[in-house]
Protein backbone atom coordinates (compact mmCIF):
# COMPACT_ATOMS: atom_id res chain seq x y z
CA UNK A 1 0.00 0.00 0.00
CA UNK A 2 1.46 3.63 -0.68
CA UNK A 3 1.98 6.42 1.79
CA UNK A 4 1.18 9.48 1.66
CA UNK A 5 4.81 10.56 2.23
CA UNK A 6 5.92 8.56 -1.10
CA UNK A 7 3.92 9.97 -3.87
CA UNK A 8 6.05 11.31 -6.44
CA UNK A 9 5.72 14.04 -8.86
CA UNK A 10 4.49 12.19 -11.95
CA UNK A 11 1.82 9.81 -9.70
CA UNK A 12 0.45 13.26 -8.42
CA UNK A 13 0.24 14.58 -11.86
CA UNK A 14 -1.44 11.35 -12.78
CA UNK A 15 -3.44 11.65 -9.76
CA UNK A 16 -4.80 15.09 -10.44
CA UNK A 17 -5.27 14.82 -14.23
CA UNK A 18 -7.33 11.53 -13.28
CA UNK A 19 -9.28 13.23 -11.01
CA UNK A 20 -10.28 15.83 -13.65
CA UNK A 21 -7.63 18.82 -12.95
CA UNK A 22 -6.35 20.53 -15.40
CA UNK A 23 -2.79 22.26 -15.04
CA UNK A 24 -3.22 26.12 -15.07
CA UNK A 25 -0.08 27.55 -15.28
CA UNK A 26 3.89 26.69 -14.04
CA UNK A 27 5.47 29.56 -11.85
CA UNK A 28 9.35 29.43 -11.23
CA UNK A 29 8.93 25.83 -9.94
CA UNK A 30 5.90 25.39 -8.81
CA UNK A 31 2.73 23.93 -10.45
CA UNK A 32 -1.34 25.37 -10.20
CA UNK A 33 -3.89 23.05 -10.95
CA UNK A 34 -7.86 23.70 -10.88
CA UNK A 35 -10.84 22.69 -12.40
CA UNK A 36 -14.57 23.88 -12.18
CA UNK A 37 -16.15 23.98 -8.61
CA UNK A 38 -13.01 23.42 -6.93
CA UNK A 39 -12.49 25.68 -3.40
CA UNK A 40 -8.79 26.18 -4.13
CA UNK A 41 -5.86 25.49 -6.47
CA UNK A 42 -3.93 22.75 -5.83
CA UNK A 43 -0.16 24.13 -6.24
CA UNK A 44 2.86 22.46 -5.76
CA UNK A 45 6.62 22.38 -5.94
CA UNK A 46 7.98 20.45 -8.59
CA UNK A 47 11.57 19.97 -7.90
CA UNK A 48 11.01 18.39 -4.46
CA UNK A 49 10.57 14.68 -4.53
CA UNK A 50 8.55 13.13 -3.43
CA UNK A 51 5.58 15.69 -2.55
CA UNK A 52 5.65 16.38 1.49
CA UNK A 53 3.16 14.93 2.83
CA UNK A 54 1.33 18.21 3.99
CA UNK A 55 0.76 18.94 0.53
CA UNK A 56 -0.32 15.70 0.09
CA UNK A 57 -2.86 16.40 3.15
CA UNK A 58 -3.59 20.03 1.61
CA UNK A 59 -4.55 18.90 -1.40
CA UNK A 60 -6.93 15.70 0.10
CA UNK A 61 -8.97 18.58 1.99
CA UNK A 62 -9.18 20.80 -1.21
CA UNK A 63 -10.63 18.40 -3.26
CA UNK A 64 -13.00 17.63 -0.37
CA UNK A 65 -12.02 13.80 -0.65
CA UNK A 66 -11.23 11.16 2.61
CA UNK A 67 -7.85 9.97 2.44
CA UNK A 68 -9.44 6.64 1.92
CA UNK A 69 -11.26 7.85 -1.50
CA UNK A 70 -7.76 9.42 -2.09
CA UNK A 71 -5.61 6.11 -1.71
CA UNK A 72 -8.34 3.87 -3.47
CA UNK A 73 -8.22 6.76 -6.60
CA UNK A 74 -3.93 6.27 -6.07
CA UNK A 75 -4.17 2.46 -5.77
CA UNK A 76 -5.86 1.71 -8.75
CA UNK A 77 -3.49 4.10 -11.10
Not at 21 to 45: M, S
Amino acid sequence: MKKLSNITVKEFRDLLLRLGLQPLRTVGGHEIWTKPGLRRTIVFQTHIEPIPEFVVRNAIRDLEMTRQEFMEVLESM
